[in-house]
Structures are given as structure tokens and as C-alpha cells.
């Protein structure tokens, strides 16, 4: 770590989710990144740039107040973004937030955005004009617009219908049984280097009679599906989105959801709704559960990738 010209930080984010506790800097899984920032000052060869992600929350955080004192104090510029996926085309709502700093004498190629938190992609997409970023950092003015631009969920997935087979080869699918207990967690068994029908990932009735007031329900055409978590697939409330394979006249919770055939997004389709190449692929020895967790644990490259471009790019 000491030496490298960047380091590339995603601390844990159970200590600022709204979910969890918020105990910040007082959880104990916040030592280990205030211990980096803490060797920073003392550290001979500190980095050039810095890259930090986290959950939206962790910018009010006392956590965040002392990386920014730091970073200061350490001469690094900052530029703060909270980001999603949405903004960029891909129908998924993961909003995060990062961090991005530049010791001196590097600079940013825009440097009125020192020093700020912005919502806008603007300036990664190379619009350094301030009238424009302004304009587009008003998250709750343009969201409608910001859907109608996203592609639908359709062009992620990879089964059209319940009558498609995928091979495992691929790495994404497994095959197995699922049996779903009383609070919506699915056990499962894993087979691998099988074909597997898209009605293995279809949700139990018994899981649709209990839960179904809770779950997110999105259609091939919808512009936005919910942030899948790790426990994706083992818990169906508050994990993600499911997906209608059946269209209804009247979309929503009004109409059945028995009839809607439920199911969930396959792995290789969570991969697809965070940008991951085509050619990725798991190890055939992981799990359908530790698939899902990984995921639900990763980034979305259509939002780190501009980020990273913009940190490493030269001032002009």
C-alpha cells in the first residue's frame, strides 16, 4: 500500500446506513479506515490521489468531517459526488457517495469544484461549464427526465421467457432446490455445469402470500429497479427488485401477483444492471447465495469508471 500512487478506499458502510445503528466513528468497523487516514500525515510517500466510496449518510457523518480535516491538513483537494447508476443510463437506483482527492501540485481539470459535494455526472462527461452543473445538481427537479433516458430492464436481462435455458459454463447460474422458511430466506443446494430453466429463480407462492406487500415490483419496460443487497435471493423485503415475467393490464400491487409469475434477477442480469463486461465470470465452485452476496457488495462500473477517469485525468 505505502508507495502506490493511488489508493482506492471502500470502507464498511454499516456504521451511516439509515438501517443500522449510525454510530460512525464510534463502531468498531470504522477503526481500520480512520487508522489509514491517521498514517497519512506520517506516511513517507503518501499517494498522489485518493478514491472513497460509500453509502449516501457517510458525508454527514463524523467519519467524513475527519477525512476531510486530514486530507486538508495533508494538502489534498477534494471533489465530493453522490452518484447513481440512473444517471447514466442504466435502470438501476444505487445512489453512493465519493470521494475524490489530488495532492498538491496536481489539480483537478475543473477547480471551481474544489471543496464541493455535487450530484451531477456533468463534469466526468467533460462539462466544466458551472451554469449547466448547477443546473443539473438538483436531484429532485429532474428525476422523471432522468428516467426517460434510462434504458429498460429488458435490455439487461438475459431470458426473454420461462422456457429459456442458460448453461452454467458461464459461471453465473447454478442449479439446486430452494426451500423457503417462514421469513423469506430461500436454503439452497448447488449443482453445477447443468442447463437451468429461468423457472428456477421464479419466487415461491408461499414467499408472494407473506411478503408480497413488501416487494418492489418491476417490468420488462420499467426505467428503474431498487439496489440489489447481498441478501438478494436468501430475503425477498428490502433486497431488490423482483421481476414480472407476466405483464398485467394494470401494473402495481392492485393486480395479482400470482398471476404475475415473480421471479428474481438471475446473477449474470445483476452484473448486467452494474456494468459488468460480458465476459466476467465467477468461479464455478461459488454458490448461487455467495454469487448474489458478492454482487450485492460490489460497484457499478458505469459510475466508478467516469469517476476513475476524472481522478487519474491531467489538468488542462
Not at 21 to 44: C, G, Y
Not at 101 to 119: D, G, I, T, V, Y
Not at 210 to 237: E, H, L, N, Q
Request: with cysteine; charged share 20%.
Amino acid at each position: 500500500m505505502y508507495g502506490a500512487h493511488a489508493w482506492l478506499l471502500s470502507p464498511p458502510c454499516q456504521p451511516y446506513t439509515r438501517q443500522g445503528l449510525q454510530k460512525q466513528s464510534s463502531d468498531a468497523r470504522a477503526f481500520s479506515f480512520l487508522k489509514i487516514l491517521e498514517l497519512i500525515p506520517h506516511t513517507v510517500k503518501p499517494p498522489h490521489m485518493l478514491f472513497v466510496e460509500n453509502v449516501v449518510g457517510f458525508e454527514t457523518s463524523d467519519t467524513h468531517a475527519k477525512m476531510i480535516e486530514i486530507l486538508a491538513n495533508s494538502d489534498y483537494l477534494t471533489q465530493e459526488f453522490i452518484l447513481s447508476p440512473l444517471q447514466f443510463g442504466v435502470p438501476y437506483s444505487r445512489p453512493r457517495y465519493f470521494c475524490l482527492a489530488k495532492r498538491k501540485p496536481l489539480s483537478f481539470r475543473c477547480q471551481l469544484l474544489n471543496n464541493q459535494l455535487l450530484r451531477s455526472p456533468s463534469p466526468l462527461l467533460g462539462n466544466d461549464d458551472m451554469t449547466v452543473i448547477t443546473k443539473h445538481d438538483q436531484p429532485d427537479d429532474s428525476w422523471d427526465k432522468l428516467l426517460e433516458s434510462c434504458d429498460p430492464v429488458e435490455r439487461f436481462l438475459e431470458f426473454s421467457n420461462s422456457g429459456d435455458q442458460v448453461n452454467t459454463e458461464t459461471g453465473f447460474l447454478s442449479t439446486g432446490t430452494a426451500a423457503v422458511d417462514d421469513f423469506g430466506a430461500a436454503e439452497e443446494t448447488v449443482e453445477v455445469d447443468r442447463c437451468v430453466s429461468i423457472d428456477h429463480f421464479l419466487v415461491p407462492l408461499s414467499l408472494i402470500e407473506r411478503w408480497g406487500s413488501a416487494m418492489d415490483i418491476v417490468y420488462p419496460d420499467s426505467k428503474r429497479c431498487c439496489c440489489f443487497t447481498k441478501s438478494y435471493y436468501r430475503y425477498v423485503k428490502g433486497t431488490g427488485s423482483l421481476l414480472a415475467t407476466v405483464q398485467p393490464k394494470n401494473k402495481g400491487k392492485a393486480s395479482s401477483l400470482k398471476e404475475q409469475h415473480l421471479r428474481y434477477f438471475t446473477p449474470r442480469e445483476v452484473a448486467n444492471l452494474h456494468s459488468f463486461p460480458g465476459d466476467f465470470q465467477f468461479p464455478h465452485h461459488l454458490s448461487l447465495r455467495q454469487r448474489y452476496a458478492l454482487l450485492g457488495n460490489s460497484l457499478s462500473i458505469a459510475v466508478v469508471a467516469p469517476l476513475l477517469q476524472y481522478l487519474f485525468a491531467q489538468a488542462g
